[in-house]
């Protein structure tokens, strides 16, 4: 049930296209859903987030959409550009409990 | 502004020695979680800290691993003896209360046991 199950485990597009990647989850209790991107060699860091109460969160081209009733969320890059080339993991963790759960990741390429 | 700070970054050890990885946290950040990333695996939680103290260590994979906060401002993650199967990135990453939940992680030490 502290389960994220992410696909897909690898993904490639070309440069302007959209990237999506899937998340579900089990526990209903989860109520903060993060996406973090992972460059060669460095930390995961935030990319953008979500709580339930909402079904969209846009930052510029990266978009969380969030289906509470399937226990489903996606990330979408849109026009993808080969910077973007990273490993992207999904996690949940509920407010103030601060135990966060990742996804398996998703490696991410944009070929030029 | 400093991120949390690992060391060492890199290290190549012998089966049967004993792996000490260090953490400097973020300044004011007041917990501190351990990661191990493996392609296997991907990102597990080993154990995790408030003000200093143990939380949830459920995911310390056996006796071998040990973990100590004596202060706010450093943690060390221990293995002994190592294995070859505990080779991986460890990471350690920091939080704060007011933070959202958003977890700031450090650069990782890549540890390679032979």
């Known amino acids: 049930q502290q389960q994220v199950k992410q696909s897909p485990q690898s993904l490639i597009v070309q440069k302007g296209g959209i990237s999506i990647i899937n998340c579900a989850y089990e526990?209903?209790?989860?109520?903060?859903f993060p996406w973090y991107q992972q460059f060669p060699g460095k930390g995961p860091a935030l990319l953008i987030a979500?709580?339930?109460?909402?079904s969209e969160k846009k930052e510029g081209r990266f978009t969380i959409s969030f289906n509470k009733s399937a226990k489903q969320f996606s990330l979408h890059i849109m026009d993808s550009q080969p910077g973007d080339s990273a490993t992207y993991f999904c996690?949940?963790?509920?407010?103030?409990?601060?135990?966060?759960?990742f996804g398996a990741g998703t490696r991410l390429f944009v070929k030029a | 502004d400093a991120g949390v700070i690992q060391s060492p970054r890199h290290e190549v050890t012998e089966m049967g020695q004993e792996v000490t990885l260090r953490c400097k946290p973020i300044?004011?950040?007041?917990?501190l979680f351990w990661y191990r990333q493996t392609m296997m695996r991907g990102l597990e939680l080993l154990i995790y800290?408030?003000?200093?103290?143990?939380?949830?260590d459920s995911g310390m994979p056996e006796d071998r691993f040990s973990a100590k906060m004596p202060n706010a401002s450093f943690s060390t993650l221990k293995i002994q003896p190592s294995e070859p199967r505990d080779s991986a990135v460890y990471f350690c990453?920091?939080?704060?209360?007011?933070?959202?939940?958003?977890?700031?992680f450090g650069e990782g030490s890549w540890l390679t046991v032979v």
């Open positions: 300044s004011g950040h007041d917990y």
């Open positions: 800290f408030n003000n200093n103290v143990p939380i949830d």
């Open positions: 526990n209903t209790a989860f109520d903060y």
């Open positions: 979500i709580r339930p109460d909402v």
């Open positions: 996690a949940a963790s509920i407010t103030g409990g601060f135990k966060t759960i």
């Open positions: 990453a920091s939080s704060w209360r007011s933070s959202g939940n958003t977890i700031y």
